[in-house]
């Protein structure tokens, strides 16, 4: 198993633990985190799983660039939201979960 | 000529956009409204007469447009198209008169219009279809541009009766496209020619024909108020007098009947449709109609809802009539898709003015009504009588052609329900009459108006009369030339019979 | 150019009452039309008498082809109904002079008139049926013309009837119209042999005989007939007896298959029928109470009399040419007597039964003598019907005894007279009766008793004058009668039997019925009340679809997580394994 | 012009206008918004045009050819849709300009127009990315601009459907992206084009399959997961409300319609392709049962969308394993059934912005009588109706009858029974608000009545779905040029 | 209890199905570094990965970049919809503020390294633009406010420079003949860099505004009584 796959298989677990954190909490802060470390695990399966067997590819690395830089500017609007959400509703949860 | 190519689509427009117009006019222009209205109906009358000419010498006038590659927009002017656009264009030209009379102060009159001449468009659309399609497109466009009118008076009731006339067309629409959409697959665009089409079809696909054509009558019985389906006409009678007149008694209901015609004679073919052995089960369900309907309509106490029921079992005729294999029996129904129209449309009429002058709307009401209505009460009778079937009026006609063409097809059982209908038809109309003549009036009318007219206001009255003498003369003289029995022989002799 | 004076003659006698009908909806124009009422039926009369049989007329633009013609069967019917006609006009002038409702009956005995007339001048189905529907339905207004309980009553029934005959008449007329080569344009005089050769000859014939019966008083159909009578007015009973009547038997003549096949089973039901009608109408007649009431029985017994000789000319085709002119020339004798009868009460009302004059009396009596058989019309009726029974030749045994029925029919309607006249006495001064009255009536007895001789070209079996040795056997049963008549007076008393005796059980289990289905539809409504469309009243109730909606709803919001989890599993293995 | 008019301009256009009227000041944004229309309609004109005279255009990003660069590729369905944000974006900024200029400059129309060019460009990226890893970021792009649209009036409903449809977006897009990373690792390019004959039908590709179905379908609101959908598109303004139904829902499920015509075909199993097709059945009944339970128009609009996409999905069942008739008359009915929903959509959804603006509150019980003060909205609104219930001569009703014909040829007869009933629950739906304003109620003379313009854009928008409709034919020859299913058929 | 077995379980499905995707996989036909390779030398830059960023699928940046204002946009405008209190984000904690002041200058330096660096080695405009941002969210937190960051217009010039410049360096190639974003061949390295550096500006403004524009902590209006309800 070259070292690429594992970075493969970790992001695969990651993935995992993130769908299941983003479906059981209700917490908003606690989804938005539990989808950041799919986001993260699903670049690392990205690069990896590229990786595996073959050198270096650049493409895989500029990919992931692009989707760190989506995943933060989807995570700051996120969090934006939330907070106007909290000062309009004192909830950190959505309204169906309270 | 271009001309040809364009007069069908022409006629239609016209009503299309005396509707556009009189939609954008606001609500106060009556005036304008009024002549919008009369011209459209006069333009229309004009060229449908010129089109009926041009067919008697077998002018080809047809407008063809493709919508979908297989399938097209037809609309072609053949005898039988004719005969039914003949017939809408005319009673709609008295029909606007009357409402533009009955709506006199009334709201919402640019809505009521503006969907009328909808309506009539769609119903000369239906005449003028030449394909399963485009007849299918105006069927619909009929119950959207109904609906307005039934629920025109905004009320609990009406929007009731609106709600349960909706849920019956429109189901009935939804059949019907299951059914023309099943025959498109089958046959490609199915054109109305003597149902050239079906009969090479291999016998294999024998049994699906027999479950299209279940379909395509089940969803037009239900505008043409077959036995089972027949719930909505009663209770759309809340509607006012001009739209139960035009709508209940001549467009919708006869569109439904229209179309069982063109599926009968002209997708499937009356030698195919025997073979198939689809006939007869149709005359059983007609007449079961015929007597289903007589017979509520004896039990009724509201003057309209005894019309509507009775409504349901006249169009049964025309049903019974197509179901008759033999060129009587189809002469029979044809003539009384005219007939009952105009003596319906004049009992209609007459409801409506006893409604508006006297405030009259059961039958035990009417006591008196000839003395202080005369000539209205006199428009009723010749359209009960003439519905009775007494000879010299139109429905013994229809019921003679049909009685013969039963004979001649072998049901003789056919006879006994004409007649059998004829006694209850006198037993639910002779008692009104004698209430509207014999009694005298027993309390002061309920809502009295137009005292200053002797009968009622000249717009209600005229209309009526006119109705009436037409009717009478579709019975008298039904010899003549150019008389609804001449038409329909030529619809006969000319497309079915080679 | 003498067909032309005869077409238009013969358009002319039905629609100049048309005409007039038309002019009576002018407010203006009613009065003059009231007054002028009574000559409408002069054409009509002058056309019977002057017009040669054979013209005829064709108008196709009319209903299918409308054909009017006289011959000789339908001049002696125009002959007697248009006499009638005139006669009672002149009467109902008089009569009815007072009569807050007089324009309208001058309306409907108009429309009538005219429906009488075409009926019989009538040669294709579709006028014949459209002129006999007219009489039907404008007599209605006749009958009812009282405004009183039984007037309504009596119109009620009629109609039932009428209504009833009208159908069973379509569905004969259609039968046998669809047996003919060209269907849509029927000639009566085709339809005879039609119907011999028609698969459903029997179903044909019960139709028309039982039609056109009721019209004629079959027995068990006369129901109508004894309640109309008395309550319409006199004029109107005079000519719905004299006239109207005939029009079933006109329609029996003109449709029935006579002189082409014998149809013995259908003869012998039909001359059963007769007697039974001549016999029980006489029995029930004698136990009346108003003179009307007793006529109408007494035309009832005569058109059984009637329907007996219709039956012998079916038996044997070879009768037919001798019975035909006979049972016409016995129609038109009835007519005009039982008019003269029927105007004759009003006469009475004048001064009164005890006052009139012993003259008056005969004169009364003259008619009703006629009618049982030694009178002039009468007698040369009866013997030219007695003439024809004998001239039969495959004839079967019992037609002997037929003179001997007829003589016990003629007891009883000499019976009838004596009863009628015995209650003329009773009749209270009413009316007091004008010129007009008094010369319609003279002109209907005038005809009835001389107008037999006058008419050159009626068909006169026996020949005249008529030798004596006839009149012995037609005299014994007149003066039976007489006797039997003057001991009832002593010591009989009449029976209670209503007038128009069945149809009172008839109107009972029709009004069973109606109660029945009433009662049947309150349980059906109220069973059915759960499922209806929305209840018109009903609130609009959040139903439960929707509030389990709403629940529904949230939790696909709160579980949507679980539920993309779910599906993604699911689309894992339709996409892996599939 | 001889030469083709290169496509990133469609990108361009918007993305520049975005720019601008996000750095030009409050006042001038609305013009400038407006501006930027006539150049817009100009390129889409053009290169309509160009795909006529030249057919397929392929325009190679940064001059580098497929596997490396990214590939711009406009066939007939792409350019369809580029032609149909433009035709149904400019009347939604014809309603929000006349709406803005009515009621003042008051703050958040301000951020607005930006918003608007974005989502445009982010559209019309997608319609023409040939790259399954740009088509991730078009998505992302679409998503957040979207969610900022619903967010837009800042009220608590707004924030929490904003913030709901966030993060459905999210995990949608992450799904996709996982399926991008096993196509990339299992084909080694990203190319759309050739993505069929490298990525093979090995597991990985399957359940990339499946993973970029659940993330689009969850993006189009496909119906077990259509909960974020109504609270967004309900809550949200006029505008913005129609052009989310009609165009940014369908952009997703044009990514799966591409993903799916492009894999190997027996990847895209026929299991997948009927539980496809069985949600959309299931979207058709519950999406309709809701929108006629409930009370508030706009909310009942948005459910019927949830209804109608139902009608979409019925395209997968009835174009994998079919013959190329059935899979030929889908792919029109699809397509019309998608451009006429998107057309009568927004025409109901501003139609119904102006009669909740007319009578004041959102409830469809204080209808009654407007059709004596608002006729032109009234007007539009049943006329959008028709088209959605299926009814002729509208567009709705051709696609319907393509869609029974293509079921009927395939002998999967159940889609047939879904069409008919759907067809019966939106004409429930309809009708129960054209019967609210029928009902003479109570004498309510007073209604603010909005400026002409935005019922114009409501009755042009609802008079295209009709029109569409009678000229069928035009749309879908232009719509099969490049498809699968190639010309004619 | 039950909601908690069905996430994890559903969760762990969907981990096995990856794997399977992971084990039972083609070795791809398609090989893409090695293209990269032979079209390095035409690319400009020197390091592959900036390369393939900002040359072979520059368009995917620009999206990105525009991701990113969008999300500032998005921010903008609900703080205009919800009004905020006056700013008064930050401690007044000298300690703080005379460590930032020696951190300052070695921050920017890093950040000015990593852009130049990006062309031979990893680095570029993104990382330098995070640098940079932390920068800025240090001086906020630190309570010095960027006043000329007040000016509205002047936030979204800078905002608005990065992706300007570069779409209209790509519009400028496409009006030159050649296709969208095809920088010329000698220019394409300095070309290059020059986005770069305004993408810096653009990214590191960005990301600042982000955190500056979410609401202060303390003025929620409700933050008072829910506080009181929480206790009850």
Same mark, same amino acid.
């Given at each position: !198993?070259? &070292?690429?796959? $594992?970075?493969?298989? /970790? *992001?695969?677990?990651?993935? @995992?633990? +993130? ?12 989804r ?5 470390? !799919?986001? &993260?695990g699903? $670049?690392?399966?990205l /690069? *990896?799983?590229?990786?595996? @067997?073959? +050198? ?33 509703? @004192? ?8 | ?34 002549a ?23 002018v ?28 809408s ?47 299918f ?7 959207l ?29 939804a ?6 959409a ?32 279940v ?41 439904g009947?229209?179309?069982?015609v ?10 195919f ?6 006939l ?13 309907g ?22 049964s ?38 409604a ?10 009417l ?13 009723f ?25 039963a ?27 004698h ?57 006969v ?6 | ?44 009369l ?28 339908n ?31 001058c ?11 075409g ?5 294709d ?12 339905f ?42 003919l ?5 029927p ?21 028309l ?82 003179p ?27 009768v037919?040419?001798v ?46 003598l ?5 009178m ?84 006169v ?6 030798d ?28 209670p ?11 009972w289990?029709?009004?069973a ?25 009903a ?40 | 012009m ?16 975005a ?21 817009m ?49 400019s ?17 958040e ?9 974005f989502?445009v ?49 999210l995990l ?34 399957r ?11 969850l ?74 339970r ?39 009915g ?109 004498k ?46 | ?73 998005v ?5 205009e ?49 995070a640098?940079l ?43 030159a ?5 095809a920088y ?43 506080r ?5």
């Open positions: !198993m070259s &070292s690429a796959l $594992f970075y493969a298989w /970790v *992001g695969v677990v990651l993935c @995992g633990l +993130g769908l299941f954190g983003f479906i059981l909490h209700r917490h908003l802060m606690r938005l985190l539990a989808f950041n470390i !799919m986001g &993260s699903s $670049f690392m399966i /690069v *990896g799983l590229a990786q595996d @067997g073959r +050198g270096a590819d650049p493409v895989p690395q500029a990919l992931v660039l692009t989707g760190i830089v989506v995943a933060v500017a989807s995570t700051a609007l996120a969090l934006v939201i939330l907070r106007r959400w909290y000062r309009v509703s @004192g909830e950190s949860r959505l309204p169906e979960d309270v | 000529m271009a001309l040809n190519t364009w007069l069908p689509l022409i006629v239609v427009a016209t009503s299309l956009f005396a509707a556009l117009g009189i939609f954008l006019l606001r609500e106060e222009r009556h005036t304008l409204r009024s919008f209205n009369l011209s459209a109906a006069a333009i229309k009358l004009g060229l449908v007469i010129w089109m009926a000419i041009g067919v008697l010498d077998q080809r006038y047809e407008t063809r447009y493709t919508l979908i590659d297989g399938v097209s927009f037809i609309l072609r002017a053949d005898p039988l198209g004719i005969m039914f656009a003949g017939l264009s005319v009673l709609w030209l008295f029909t606007t008169i009357y409402a533009i009379g009955y709506l006199e102060n009334a709201p919402n009159r640019s809505r009521f219009f503006g969907f009328f001449s909808l309506c009539v468009a769609s119903t000369v659309g239906i005449a003028l279809a030449g394909n399963l399609f485009t007849f497109l105006f069927y619909e466009l009929l119950t541009s109904t609906y307005p009118l039934v629920v025109h008076r905004g009320t609990a009731k009406s929007l009731r009766a609106g709600k349960i006339y909706l849920a019956y067309t429109l189901g009935g629409g059949v019907l496209l299951l059914g023309v099943a025959l498109h697959t089958l046959v490609g665009d199915v054109e109305f020619s003597a149902g050239a089409g079906l009969r090479v079809l291999d016998p294999a696909l024998h049994p699906m024909l027999v479950v299209i054509f379909m395509l009558i089940m969803g037009l019985g239900v505008k043409a108020a077959l036995l089972p389906l027949h719930g909505w006409l009663p209770t759309a009678m809340v509607a006012p007098a001009p739209v139960s007149a035009l709508l209940h008694a001549v467009a919708v209901v006869k569109a009947a229209f179309g069982i063109r599926v009968v004679y002209d997708v499937f073919g009356i030698e449709a025997w073979q198939l052995g689809l007869a089960p149709l005359a059983v369900l007609a007449s079961a109609t015929i007597l289903y007589s017979l509520r309509a004896l039990a009724q106490t509201d003057l309209k809802r005894r019309l509507a029921y009775s409504t349901v079992s006249q169009v005729y025309i049903v019974l009539g197509t179901a008759l294999f033999g060129p009587v029996g189809t002469v029979g129904g044809l003539v009384h898709l005219l007939h009952q129209g105009l003596m319906k449309i004049t009992l209609f009429f007459c409801a409506g003015n006893y508006e002058t006297l405030g009259v709307h059961r039958i035990d009401e006591d008196g009504a000839g003395r202080r209505m005369p000539a209205t009460s006199v428009a009778t010749l359209g009960a009588f003439g519905m009775i079937g007494v000879p010299p009026l139109a429905g013994f006609v229809t019921k003679w052609y049909l009685g013969i063409g004979l001649q097809a072998g049901m003789e059982w056919v006879v006994a329900v004409l007649v059998l209908s004829s006694v209850l038809n006198a037993a639910y109309f002779l008692p009104v009459l209430r509207i003549w014999f009694r005298p009036q027993r309390a002061p009318w309920p809502d009295e108006h137009f005292h200053a007219h002797r009968d009622t206001h000249p717009w209600l009255l005229l209309p009526t009369l006119a109705t009436a003498a037409m009717s009478l003369a579709a019975g008298v003289l039904a010899g003549m030339p150019f008389s609804p029995l001449y038409w329909a022989e030529v619809v002799h000319q497309s079915y019979l080679p | 150019m003498s067909t032309m004076i005869a077409a238009f003659g013969l358009i002319l006698a039905p629609a100049l009452p048309l005409l007039m009908a038309l002019l009576w909806c002018v407010p203006g124009l009613r009065a003059r039309v009231a007054g002028w009422t009574p000559w409408a039926a002069l054409p009509a002058l056309l019977a008498l002057g017009g040669q049989s054979g013209a005829s007329v064709q108008l196709d633009w009319i209903m299918f082809g409308t054909v009017l013609g006289l011959n000789e069967l001049r002696v019917f125009l002959t007697v109904t248009a006499t009638l006609w005139l006669g009672a006009g002149v009467y109902a002038r008089g009569y009815l002079a007072g009569d807050a409702r007089v324009e309208q009956f309306l409907l005995w108009l429309a009538t008139m005219a429906g009488n007339i009926l019989i001048l009538a040669q189905v579709a006028s014949f049926y459209a002129s006999f529907a007219l009489m039907t404008a007599a209605y207004g006749l009958v009812i013309h009282a405004r009183s309980a039984q007037a309504l009553r009596a119109g009620r029934v009629y109609l039932a009837m009428a209504v009833v005959g009208e159908a069973l008449i379509l569905t004969g007329l259609m039968l046998a119209a669809s047996g080569d060209v269907p849509l344009l000639m009566l005089a085709a339809l005879p042999e039609a119907i011999a050769e028609s698969a459903h000859r029997d179903l044909i014939i019960t139709c005989f039982f039609g056109f019966g009721i019209k004629a008083g079959l027995p068990l159909l006369h129901m109508w007939l004894p309640l109309a009578h008395p309550v319409a007015p006199i004029p109107a009973s005079a000519v719905l007896s004299g006239a109207m009547i005939k029009a079933g038997l006109l329609g029996w003549i003109s449709t029935l298959p006579f002189g082409l096949i014998s149809l013995p089973h259908w003869s012998l039901f039909m001359m059963g029928t007769g007697l039974l009608a001549a016999f029980g109408a006489a029995f029930i007649g004698v136990h009346q109470q108003t009307k009431t007793v006529l109408a029985y007494s035309s009832i017994s005569q058109m059984g009399l009637i329907t007996v000789g219709v039956g012998a000319g079916l038996h044997d085709p070879k037919w040419p019975l035909g002119p006979a049972i016409a020339l016995y129609a038109l004798h009835h007519g005009l007597a039982k008019g003269a009868l029927f105007l004759g009460v009003g006469i009475v009302g004048h001064r009164g039964g005890r006052l009139i004059s012993p003259l008056l009396w005969l004169a009364l009596a003259l008619p009703g006629s009618l049982a058989g030694p002039f019309s009468g007698m040369a009726a009866k013997l030219s019907l007695k003439a024809a029974l004998a001239a039969g030749s495959s004839i079967p045994a019992w037609w002997q005894h037929l003179p001997l029925l007829l003589g016990l029919a003629a007891i009883g309607t000499t019976s009838l007279i004596a009863r009628y006249l015995w209650l003329l006495l009773e009749v209270k001064p009413g009316h007091p009766a004008t010129r007009s009255v008094w010369l319609g009536w003279g002109m209907v007895l005038g005809a009835s008793t001389f107008g037999l001789v006058a008419l050159p070209w009626l068909p079996a026996a020949g005249w004058p008529p004596l040795d006839y009149l012995p056997d037609l005299a014994w049963p007149v003066l039976v009668g007489v006797i039997l008549a003057l001991l009832a007076v002593r010591h009989l008393r009449a029976w039997i209503p007038a128009g005796d069945g149809v009172v059980a008839l109107e289990v029709f009004a019925l109606v109660r029945g289905w009433r009662g049947f539809r309150v349980v059906m409504r109220r069973h059915t009340r759960k499922w209806r469309w929305s209840k018109p009243g609130k609009a109730t959040p139903s439960i679809m929707s509030l389990y909606g709403n629940r529904l709803e949230q939790t696909w919001r709160r579980d949507a997580g679980l539920i993309f989890a779910a599906l993604l599993v699911v689309m894992l293995l339709a996409t892996v394994l599939g | 001889s030469v083709a008019l290169p496509l990133p301009w469609l990108i361009v256009v918007p993305l520049g206008g720019m601008a009227s996000f750095l030009v000041p409050e006042r001038w944004r609305v013009r400038l918004g407006l501006a930027v229309l006539p150049v309609w100009l390129v889409t004109l053009a290169v309509l045009g160009d795909l006529a005279a030249h057919g397929v255009q392929v325009h190679a990003l940064g001059g580098w050819s497929a596997p490396l660069g990214i590939t711009l590729l406009a066939d007939g369905l792409a350019l369809g849709m580029v032609a149909l944000t433009t035709l149904v974006f009347l939604c900024a014809v309603h929000a300009a006349s709406h803005a200029a009515e009621k003042g400059h008051n703050g129309i301000g951020f607005l127009w930006p918003l608007l060019w989502l460009a982010a559209l019309n990226s997608i319609w023409l990315s040939a790259d399954i890893f740009n088509l991730y970021v078009g998505l992302e792009l679409l998503g957040l601009t979207a969610v900022g649209l619903v967010a837009l009036t800042g009220s608590a409903e707004a924030l929490a459907a904003a913030m709901r449809y966030l993060l459905a977006a949608g897009s992450l799904c996709y992206l996982l399926g991008v990373a096993l196509l990339y690792a299992a084909g080694g390019s990203l190319a759309l084009g050739d993505l069929g004959t490298i990525a093979g039908s090995g597991a990985t590709a359940v990339a399959l499946a993973l970029m179905t659940l993330g689009l379908i993006k189009t609101a496909l119906f077990p997961l259509h909960a974020w959908l109504p609270p967004a598109h309900g809550g949200a303004l006029a505008p913005v409300s129609a052009l989310l139904s009609a165009l940014v829902v369908k952009a997703s499920l044009y990514i799966l319609i591409r993903l799916w015509l492009a894999l190997d075909p027996d990847v895209a199993t026929a299991a997948a392709a009927n539980l496809l097709g069985a949600l959309g059945a299931g979207a058709v009944l519950w999406g309709g049962w809701m929108a006629w409930q009370t508030k128009l706009k909310y009942l609009v948005a459910y019927s969308t949830v209804a109608q996409i139902g009608y979409l999905f019925l395209f997968f069942p009835l174009v994998t394993g079919t013959s190329t008739i059935a899979g030929g008359l889908a792919w029109d699809t397509l019309l059934m998608l451009i006429s929903h998107a057309l009568a959509k927004a025409g109901m959804f501003l139609a119904a912005g102006n009669l909740v603006l007319a009578m004041g509150s959102p409830l469809i019980a204080d209808l009654s009588g407007i059709s004596r003060f608002r006729p032109l909205s009234l007007f539009s609104f049943g006329l959008a109706g028709v088209s959605l219930m299926g009814l002729p001569p509208s567009g709705g009703f051709t696609a319907k009858w393509l869609l029974l014909q293509s079921a009927l040829h395939s002998g999967q007869w159940w889609w047939v029974v879904v069409l008919i009933v759907g067809g019966l629950l939106s004409a429930a739906y309809v009708f129960k608000v054209l019967r609210h304003s029928f009902v003479e109620g109570p309510r003379d007073h209604f603010n009545s909005p400026p002409m313009a935005m019922e114009l854009a409501a009755l042009a928008l609802a008079a295209a779905g009709m029109g569409v409709g009678l000229a069928a034919q035009s749309p879908l020859t232009w719509m099969r040029i490049g498809s699968p299913f190639g010309v004619g058929g | 209890m039950s909601r908690k077995l069905l996430a994890a379980l559903l969760s762990l499905t969907v981990t096995l199905a990856l794997s399977l995707a992971l084990i039972d996989r083609p070795l791809p036909t398609e090989d893409l570094p090695a293209r990269v390779g032979q079209a390095m030398q035409s690319s400009g830059v020197a390091h592959p990965v900036t390369a393939v960023l900002l040359n072979f699928r520059s368009y995917d940046t620009l999206l990105e970049v525009g991701v990113l204002l969008i999300a500032v946009v921010a903008l405008a609900l703080r919809a919800q009004p905020d209190g006056p700013d008064r984000m930050g401690l007044d904690n000298p300690l703080l503020r005379a460590i930032t002041a020696w951190l300052m200058p070695l921050m920017l330096m890093v950040s000015g390294y990593l852009l130049w660096a990006g062309s031979t080695r990893p680095g570029g405009a993104f990382q330098a633009g640098v941002a932390a920068c800025g969210v240090l001086l906020r937190l630190c309570g010095t406010g960027l006043s000329w960051l007040e000016q509205p217009w002047r936030l979204r010039a800078g905002l608005a420079l990065g992706p300007l410049v570069f779409l209209a360096a790509g519009t400028a190639t496409m009006l003949g050649a296709s969208f974003l010329p061949e000698p220019l394409a390295g300095s070309l290059i860099l020059f986005i770069e550096l305004n993408l810096m500006v653009s990214i590191a403004l960005a990301l600042i505004s982000l955190f500056r524009l979410a609401p202060p902590q303390s003025d929620s209006p409700h933050f008072a009584d829910r009181r309800s929480r206790r009850e």
